[in-house]
DNA sequence: GCTGTAATAT
DNA sequence: GATATTACAG
């Protein structure tokens, strides 16, 4: 009964890019004038989100705001939904059950680093007003889908996503309704080694840039995508674009 | 406090 | 246009 479980985690290590296209973590991948434009610096990382704890911390934050003048420099970035993560999702979302599916738990599964329960819950509605929409357009399959839903068409939709009450989890392979303390953690490891290489773009440029990931631990995190957008330049968050299937 | 939904903002 | 944020109800 385990199997399943090692095939879920096996189907998610199939979808690391490969070493090759990758590019390889000996070569730094920012220059100093893309540092300049970003903003971007190696310390003052700050992530107090879901799993950094020990950061590098060379400037205390109290001398910036010191008063009442509130942390408004701790904007979340804005994720980008690449087919990737979304699949991710939908994954999690699958292995969940309809029952379990919410966002915090969802957010656990996936296990993103940054990735909050807000961003799962927003996708999350976007998600489902799309399920709703596949439904009415008739049984046939995509029905209503309008042309702004590729990144939901990207991922195919699991079956009892669309018929919620026919389905009874009767025998197939229907998943548990939730996951031992060990399994998830081991779903954890090996959802942190997909997750290994980000990009960080910033909303005006076209070009993403990777942000290598500080050494691959795995409890830690996966990469210091962190804030750094003190200047006001927003940033976005992207999985690595592998190729797509 | 968490979730779902809708409206609104960025 | 995509995502975040906010407000509100359950």
Known sequence: MREEDSNWSAKWEEELPSPEELIPLSVSLITPHLAMAFDLRSSNHR?????????????????????????????????????????????????LGIKNAVPKTIMQLMSVEGLTRENVASHLQKYRLYLKRMQSGGGGGRGNVGESDHLFASSPVPAHFLHPTAVRQSSDHFIPSFVPHHQFLHRQISAVKMDQSLFLARQSHQQPVLIRPSSLHLHSRVANYADDLESGGKTVLTLFPTRQD
Not at 64 to 74: Q, S, V
Not at 76 to 89: A, D, E, G, I, S
């Open 47 to 95: 992530n107090n989100g879901s799993s950094g704890q020990h950061l590098p911390q060379t400037t205390p934050p109290q001398a910036e705001f010191a008063g009442d003048e509130p942390a408004r420099t701790l904007k979340r970035q804005r994720l980008v939904w690449t087919p990737q993560l979304h699949k991710r999702f939908v994954d999690a979302v699958a292995h």
